[in-house]
């Protein structure tokens, strides 16, 4: 049996099979266990205060504070579930994220656990500039962590409670849009990626992506929303004669290499597609790799679809600009076919 | 205060190992001059009564965290020489196997989180360790020291505020040796007295000669148990000084002459081996006896730390992720 859930629906039902299995798990953040409030600014935890409440820790606005706090709690041996309200607001916690978080394991030589998940909203989302960003560019680079990018109900729940168990440091980018949030903090413009949930446990590795379509003339990369704008721009193609193969990476470290570069031996072809500026991200990172390693199997140069170098613009017109669409995705996977 | 009061091979247990960080320092400094040490020194003589004073107030099961400048603080703790000392070498005997450095001594597993040296940066995992104790049920304390220097970063609001919110065990020490780096706190604090800034988050606030070890010792036994308690947090300034640079070759020339004349005469192991004699606990040759042992000791572990292994290259790609 299984159940239709959003994105929003199966963390919390994730995180609370958790805070059953292990006494050890507790979530901490800001607006969270506030019996009439929200569950956190996307409802993910909402309601969990009612068989949780001694493990559901409210925090001032402090996310410097409350991540050293997690870390801390973390090198105790508990299990804590760290989440900010917008993933923009990492840049205030970046000294413990990034300085404590992150290396705190490796300076020990090994000996300090920090068995600890962080959770940050990301996407372009009419909020402007500063509740907006794609912070995946940012984490990347940062040894210590692992980053998980679920762009589905199913892979949200399974990847959480992978996060969970793992026993590292794992921060889990979620996307507004895709979310689900239902009731007072439900989004506009949002689209659907519930997925039918199993009544069982289950969960999903770390480190390994999925081919969400087969194709045979391009590979197409994309995470969170562009994921699934990738399916929509794969759909339109098909009708063109163009096959497209669309890879969900899910975790961007670990890096799932063998599955792209099994795609892209197939096709000979990658477009790169990103939410955030094209410098220095995603897009970057993969063709650089990808020159190094199997320039010999590419048909064509590597095509980067991403937003400019600038920051989000708040206007709806100029953020569609931003932003890529199905449009501009299909036009970029056209004009590679067009190269080779 | 008089020695009556104190077991005699306890008070000089306290005096022994201020003696250490003292020969410890002393020597890295030598070591660090002649260009053998690899690395870069913070150092604490003329501190040695804040670390030592504290931690003989704790218990096994407590944790500490440091700071950039963490050797006394891991030698009053109980990391044995050998292992400070080979971490300062970069060598595999060395207590972070050599991955940490000067800066990052320590291990949990002995009441010490690896050193913190981004100033501020230990002050909320401190607080998160204390809420661990607390979630569990364990009446444990963590311990957080910090200088000056902490107590004017953001973090430092942040971490106290949640720390007092939510009656953690745990106490902030502040070290005030009235300069964070080269800066003296006049010029950045305006309150007469750091501990004053407690009262901002509801949280007691004592300050008291950091210099005198067992008036260090007996009030962090207090507020200890204060906090083992559920009375919740203390922030406590501990009143010294720093009678060597910030760091490096710091030859520390924006301390007035005159200043450094009365903190020299106030440092705290000449102060305490003093008591000792005054009070008849020991006598200044036994007092002599005891550095001569200690300066052995602290040779013995240079010779081993420089007879270590080095760790192999690509050791430095272990210990990422579990």
């Known amino acids: ?3 239709r859930l959003g994105i929003a629906e199966a963390l919390r039902e994730g995180i609370a099979e958790e805070m059953r299995r292990d006494p050890k798990v507790f979530c901490i953040g800001e607006d969270i266990g506030i019996p009439g409030g929200w569950g956190g600014a996307f409802t993910v935890t909402y309601g969990l205060e009612k068989e949780f409440a001694s493990r559901m820790v409210n925090t001032p606005i402090a996310e410097a504070g409350l991540m050293g706090v997690a870390l801390g709690a973390a090198l105790m041996g508990m299990r804590p579930i760290a989440d900010v309200q917008y993933g923009d ?13 992150a290396k705190m394991r490796y300076m020990s030589g090994g000996k300090a656990q920090v068995p600890m998940v962080m959770r940050a909203p990301v996407g372009v989302t009419g909020r402007g500039a500063q509740h907006a960003q794609m912070m995946e ?7 210590g962590i692992k980053i998980l990018v679920p762009s589905t109900a199913y892979d949200a729940k399974g990847l959480l409670k992978s996060a969970v168990r793992d026993g590292n440091p794992v921060l889990i980018f979620e996307h507004k849009l895709l979310y689900g949030s239902k009731g007072p903090r439900s989004e506009s413009g949002t689209v659907d990626a519930s997925s039918d949930i199993p009544d069982g446990e289950y969960t999903v590795p770390i480190g390994k992506g999925i081919v969400r379509r087969e194709g045979t003339d391009v590979t197409v990369v994309g995470t969170h929303l562009m994921m699934h704008r990738s399916l929509e721009a794969a759909q339109a193609l098909s009708k063109e004669g163009i096959s497209v193969e669309v890879i969900d990476p899910r975790s961007l470290v670990p890096f799932d290499w063998e599955l792209l570069k099994t795609s892209v031996a197939k096709t000979n072809r990658l477009v790169v597609v990103e939410e955030s500026p094209k410098r220095g991200g995603l897009g970057a990172e993969i063709a650089a790799t990808l020159a190094e390693e199997m320039i010999d199997s590419l048909a064509a140069p590597i095509v980067r679809v991403a937003a400019p170098n600038t920051p989000a613009p708040f206007s709806p017109p100029m953020e569609r600009f931003y932003v890529p669409q199905v449009s501009r995705i299909a036009e970029g996977i056209r004009g590679l076919m067009a190269m080779s | 205060m008089t020695a009556q009061s104190y077991d005699a091979g306890w008070l000089v247990g306290l005096y022994r190992r201020m003696v250490l960080l003292r020969e410890f320092e002393d020597r890295v400094k030598l070591l660090f001059l002649e260009g053998s040490m690899p690395g870069t020194i913070h150092q604490y003589q003329g501190q040695e009564a804040c670390g030592v004073g504290v931690c003989a107030a704790l218990e096994p099961g407590d944790v ?8 006394g603080h891991a030698l009053a703790r109980g990391l044995t020489v050998d292992e400070v000392m080979g971490e300062l070498y970069g060598k595999v005997t060395g207590c972070c196997k050599g991955k940490g450095g000067s800066m990052h001594v320590g291990d949990l597993s002995k009441g010490m989180l690896p050193a913190i040296a981004i100033v501020g940066g230990g002050l909320p995992i401190a607080a998160g360790m204390a809420l661990a104790y607390k979630m569990g049920g364990e009446k444990r304390i963590a311990v957080s020291f910090m200088g000056d220097g902490a107590t004017n970063e953001g973090i430092f609001h942040e971490a106290l505020n949640m720390a007092a919110i939510w009656d953690l065990p745990v106490l902030y ?3 005030n040796n009235l300069y964070a780096a080269s800066t003296s706190v006049k010029m950045t604090v305006k309150t007469p007295r750091i501990s004053d800034r407690a009262a901002a988050y509801g949280m007691r606030g004592v300050t008291i000669d950091g210099n005198d070890v067992l008036g260090v010792y007996e009030t962090t036994r207090e507020l200890a148990a204060a906090a083992r308690s559920g009375k919740g947090p203390t922030l406590l300034e501990l009143m010294t000084y720093r009678i060597t640079g910030h760091s490096r070759r710091d030859p520390a020339l924006y ?18 081996g003093r008591w000792l004699v005054a009070e008849n606990v020991r006598t200044q040759a036994d007092l002599d006896a005891i550095r001569a042992e200690v300066k052995a000791e602290v040779q013995g572990a240079v010779d081993r730390a420089i007879a270590a292994p080095e760790p192999r290259p690509e050791d430095a790609l272990e210990d990422l992720f579990v």
């Open chain 1, 1 to 3: 049996m299984s159940r």
């Open chain 2, 255 to 272: 301390q007035p002459e005159e200043e450094r004349k009365a903190a020299l005469a106030n440092e705290p192991i000449g102060r305490f």
């Open chain 1, 89 to 101: 607001f990492l840049f205030c916690a970046m000294d413990q994220v990034a300085n404590q978080v």
């Open chain 1, 137 to 143: 560019p940012f984490f990347v680079p940062l040894p």
């Open chain 2, 173 to 175: 020490v502040v070290e």
């Open chain 2, 64 to 71: 500490i965290t440091s700071t950039h400048r963490p050797h």
